[in-house]
C-alpha cells in the first residue's frame, strides 16, 4: 500500500468535466489524520503506521486510549485505523496526512459499514421472485416458499437463502476515479456511490487492482 487516508462520507453530488460531462461522486470528507503510533517489526513483528482521525473530547476516551494519546502526544481521536505502507519509515508520530496525498484521476478502494437495513425478507435480501396472488397462494406471495429436502437428507442444507439480518456490513467497492482534490477544505469527490450512510466512516487507499 502507497498511501491511504480515513475520512467520513459527506454525499453524493454531481460535477461537470473537462468535455461538459455529466460525473456523479460522493464528497468525501478526507481528514486532516494524524499518526498516532509506529509499529516496528522490533517491537511488534510488522511495520505500520497507526492513524487517527476525527476529534474526540477527553471526558470521552477510556483511561487505556488516554494514556496511549498522551505516549504519542497527539490529541484523543475517535477513529484509529492501522496501514501497513510500502515506507512506514517515512512517518514519524504526530505526522498528519491530509487530503492531498490523493491526486485527480488515481484509483482507489473505499471500504466502509453498509446501511443497516434490519431484518428483510427474501425478496429485499436476496431478489427472490414473488408467487403468483392468484389461484390459493394465499397471503405468502413473498415468502421464501417451501426448503425442505424431502426424506433425504431430511434436512434443511447449510447456506440456503432465507429471510435474515441485511446490511450493517464491511463493504469494499474497488477502483473508483478521484475526480477532484480539495486540499484547502479536506474534500475528495470519488466517481459512483461508495459504502454507508451520509456522515458514516469510510477509508481511502490505492487501489490493488489499478
Known amino acids: 500500500?502507497?498511501?491511504?487516508?480515513?475520512?467520513?462520507?459527506?454525499?453524493?453530488?454531481?460535477?461537470f468535466d473537462e468535455k461538459g460531462r455529466v460525473v456523479p461522486v460522493t464528497v468525501v470528507?478526507?481528514?486532516?489524520c494524524?499518526?498516532?503510533q509506529k509499529k516496528t517489526v522490533e517491537n511488534d513483528g510488522y511495520d505500520a503506521v497507526q492513524v487517527g482521525f476525527g476529534d474526540q473530547k477527553p471526558q470521552r476516551v477510556s483511561k487505556p486510549l488516554t494514556g496511549h494519546f498522551k505516549k504519542g502526544d497527539v490529541a484523543p481521536k475517535k477513529t484509529l485505523k492501522e496501514f501497513r505502507f510500502a515506507d512506514c519509515a517515512a512517518y514519524n508520530v504526530g505526522d498528519l496526512i491530509k487530503a492531498d496525498v490523493f491526486a485527480n484521476g488515481d484509483k482507489v478502494d473505499v471500504t466502509g459499514v453498509s446501511k443497516g437495513k434490519g431484518y428483510a425478507g427474501?425478496?429485499?435480501?436476496?431478489?427472490f421472485q414473488r408467487l403468483k396472488e392468484t389461484h390459493g397462494s394465499g397471503p405468502v406471495a413473498r415468502h421464501g416458499g417451501s426448503n425442505g429436502a424431502c426424506s433425504s437428507p431430511s434436512r434443511v442444507w447449510k447456506g440456503?437463502?432465507?429471510?435474515g439480518h441485511l446490511g450493517a456490513e464491511k463493504v469494499t467497492v474497488q477502483n473508483l476515479a478521484v475526480v477532484k482534490v480539495d486540499a484547502e477544505n479536506n474534500?475528495?469527490?470519488v466517481k459512483g456511490a461508495i459504502p454507508g450512510p451520509n456522515g458514516g466512516t469510510v477509508v481511502l487507499r490505492d487501489s490493488v487492482k489499478a
Open 160 to 163: 440456503l437463502k432465507m429471510a
Open 1 to 15: 500500500m502507497q498511501k491511504a487516508i480515513i475520512g467520513k462520507k459527506i454525499g453524493m453530488t454531481q460535477i
Open 29 to 32: 470528507e478526507a481528514g486532516p
Open 34 to 36: 494524524v499518526v498516532t
Open 122 to 127: 427474501v425478496i429485499k435480501r436476496w431478489n
Open 187 to 189: 474534500l475528495i469527490a
